[in-house]
């Protein structure tokens, strides 16, 4: 996959903010068209206008809304202010947010996200996004990005999370085009044995050589600790910059209700992670 069209969905709360931050490193770094997309769906100031209200109530209901957005755009515009102007667009969309991000998503390359947060403000948790959601909604790839995150993720060490599935396989080939900009990449496996259950002739440690990857196979043992939590401490103890995962091999509501790798790493994750369903 080729990275030329980036997708950002920001709304002016810290977490969008990281995850700008990092959607304009990538742009720089893949000369890529960027798009930030700001939905809004559901703002409980237009819930508030009923149709009694005399037309100069509904008219400042109306103007505080847009002043928001409009401040929103603008500080979207300053940050990307070094994006050459063919190469930056702006999506202010009124529908659902996870339904429009989701919707969207399917048209771009990757979709950068900030961990989920909850709106610190009044009224604004219809701006709130579930970006392991949108990763699953959307059948494309998703960056998510925590909100205190400030450093690279090119030039470092990726991590691979492989169990040999379906969704670990189509994150691989999504993040090829940045697993190939890594020093080195580490491909790990929690409490499974799928390097000893490869196919005659080849095996994934094999496809990242060829694309000329400098590659490690790690198993790690399964122990009391979640398989999040493990790959969330072995990230930390072995310096990597960029975890790589399958999302959802369960379904959401399952993992919703009991826990599982994709929610609570969308969680816990302190570095970006990449994740594909």
């Known amino acids: 996959m080729t990275i030329t069209n980036l997708l950002v969905a920001y709304n002016g709360l810290p977490g969008s903010d990281a995850a700008l931050r990092g959607a304009l490193m990538m742009q720089k770094h893949f000369d890529a068209h960027l798009t930030g997309l700001f939905a809004h769906g559901g703002s409980s100031l237009a819930h508030q206008m009923k149709p009694w209200m005399p037309a100069s109530v509904q008219n400042a209901i109306l103007e505080v809304q847009e002043k928001s957005h409009t401040e929103i755009e603008g500080r979207f515009r300053t940050a990307c202010a070094e994006v050459p102007a063919e190469k930056l667009h702006w999506i202010d ?97 929690v409490g499974r044995t799928p390097f000893d259950k490869t196919l005659p002739g080849i095996d994934v440690g094999t496809v990242l050589e060829r694309h000329r990857v400098k590659v490690t196979l790690t198993e790690l043992p399964r122990t009391r600790k979640s398989i999040a939590d493990t790959l969330v401490e072995h990230c930390e103890t072995s310096g990597a910059s960029l975890p790589v995962m399958g999302a959802y091999e369960h379904s959401p509501q399952r993992e919703g209700l009991f826990g599982g790798v994709t929610h609570d790493i969308a969680l816990k994750a302190r570095i970006p992670v990449l994740m594909s369903h």
Not at 95 to 103: E, L, S
Not at 164 to 189: C, F, H, K, N, P
Request: aromatic fraction near 10%; charged fraction near 20%.
């Open 93 to 189: 969309h009124p529908g659902p947010v996870q339904r429009t991000v989701a919707a969207y998503a399917r048209l771009y390359d990757i979709t950068v996200l900030g961990k989920h947060e909850a709106a610190a403000d009044y009224g604004q948790s219809h701006i709130e996004i579930y970006p392991d959601r949108v990763a699953f909604d959307s059948g494309r790839p998703v960056m998510l990005f925590p909100a205190n995150f400030t450093g690279s993720m090119f030039n470092r060490r990726a991590l691979v999370a492989w169990d040999g599935g379906r969704a670990a396989a189509r994150s691989l080939a999504d993040a090829m085009q940045i697993l190939e900009t890594e020093d080195s990449v580490e491909i790990v496996s």
